[in-house]
């Protein structure tokens, strides 16, 4: 039986690599999106889901009001090789709306927009996990007990 010897992963193991980004909303579906330039690479991470609700829109163009709603369910977090206002530009023509730009990421798991840990859903925790060694540039092969002792060096 293998144990898993990796920390429990958490959203804020990304903000050192990540720029402030953007929310977008299509109501059709009620799908989310997120997307954060990477600080050393190209490209962005998307965070992709639906909404809890419907985002309510803005009282008056000055009155600073927070427009990004809660992700009900996040579906997938994948990494795009272009810029984010490429990405960004792709989204307004599929309908979607910009609700909140510059975004940290920081800012939606404080606000509770996302959840920061997904242990719970094994196979978002697994994308994420993917991303993060990515990031980090470590390799993608899980560590086990048994492949740390057959690995060692014994002398």
Known sequence: MKTKTEEPLRLSDFYPHLELGAVCYRNGGNWLWAGFPLKKGAGCLIFKGRASMNPRPVIAET??????????????????????????????????????????????????????????????????????????GLPFSSLSTERLAKDAIWG
Request: aromatic share 6%.
């Open 63 to 136: 009155q600073a009001l927070r427009r990004s709603v809660p992700f009900s369910k996040l579906e997938a977090c994948v990494h795009h090789p272009v810029s984010l206002e490429e990405l960004l530009q792709a989204k307004i023509q599929q309908q979607f709306q910009i609700l909140e730009q510059p975004v940290a990421l920081e800012a939606l798991v404080q606000r509770q927009y996302l959840h920061l840990n997904y242990s719970n859903r094994m196979e978002i925790e697994t994308e994420l996990r993917e991303r993060l060694r990515e990031l980090r």
